[in-house]
């Protein structure tokens, strides 16, 4: 299915706050039908024009802290690299189904796992910015997931338009998860559109969707730069039951 994407109206005090940079958005399309075994049942695996999509996500993670808190020295700036999917329920808001999230941080990855129900891994990672190419390394502490490209912005800055695959892939403001129990939960976000560029890159290792059970194909990847956005963050709400 294609759904209609928008930032929601959201009237509660938001919880957390955070800065995204240096991120890249590489996509590879894939059938439906092989994600949805890994997806809960509550949940469909959303599509564009009939095809799934799954994202490897490379990006520097800063200026985080909870909303009238001081920051956490060992855990306000860190790299994060996470695996997702595009998913929606029933009559829902569409929203980003994680595979996977890999952090630098320990004590990111200890809190994030047992406040917002999400795959982390503590994973040993580098980030090295040369003026224009970014060098990302990620190296999970348990078990083969490995990541190991450059990358690059090639253009000037856009904003996707609606009804568009960039648009689809992009402009999502909440996420899914679930716990233990297969109880589903919605994180919601907020910031503005993304200020996106095309973006070339040499990716020499990526084992990271493999590591979550998923083949991706062995096509060039459909990539998307963008150099910084911050981001407001909601606690989580339930809506389902076990």
């Known amino acids: 299915m294609t759904t209609n994407l928008g930032s929601p109206t959201i009237d509660r005090p938001w919880a957390m706050q955070q800065t995204w940079s240096k991120l890249l958005f590489a996509h590879w399309p894939l059938k439906s039908d092989i994600l949805r075994p890994l997806i809960p049942p509550g949940l469909a695996v959303d599509t564009f024009d009939g095809q799934a999509w799954v994202g490897v996500v490379p990006f520097l993670m800063s200026s985080v802290r909870f909303r009238a808190a001081p920051p956490i020295p060992t855990a306000q700036q860190f790299c994060e690299l996470n695996v997702r999917t595009y998913v929606c329920p029933p009559g829902g808001q569409p929203g980003v189904w994680f595979f996977s999230l890999d952090a630098a941080s320990l004590l990111a990855v200890m809190g994030a796992r047992a406040a ?73 976000i907020e910031h503005i559109p993304w200020p996106l560029q095309r973006a070339t890159a040499d990716i020499q290792r990526n084992t990271m969707a493999q590591a979550a059970g998923i083949d991706l194909p062995d096509t060039v990847p459909l990539l998307h730069y963008a150099e910084r956005i911050h981001v407001r963050a909601w606690l989580l709400q339930s809506i389902t039951k076990p």
């Open 116 to 188: 917002f129900h999400l795959p982390y891994y503590h994973a040993e990672m580098r980030l090295r910015n040369d003026g224009k190419t970014t060098h990302y390394t990620s190296t999970r502490r348990s078990g083969q997931a490995r990541f190991e490209g450059s990358y690059q912005p090639d253009g000037s800055v856009f904003s996707s338009q609606s009804g568009t695959l960039e648009h689809w892939l992009t402009e999502r403001y909440c996420l899914y998860a679930a716990d233990r129990q297969k109880q589903l939960y919605r994180g919601d």
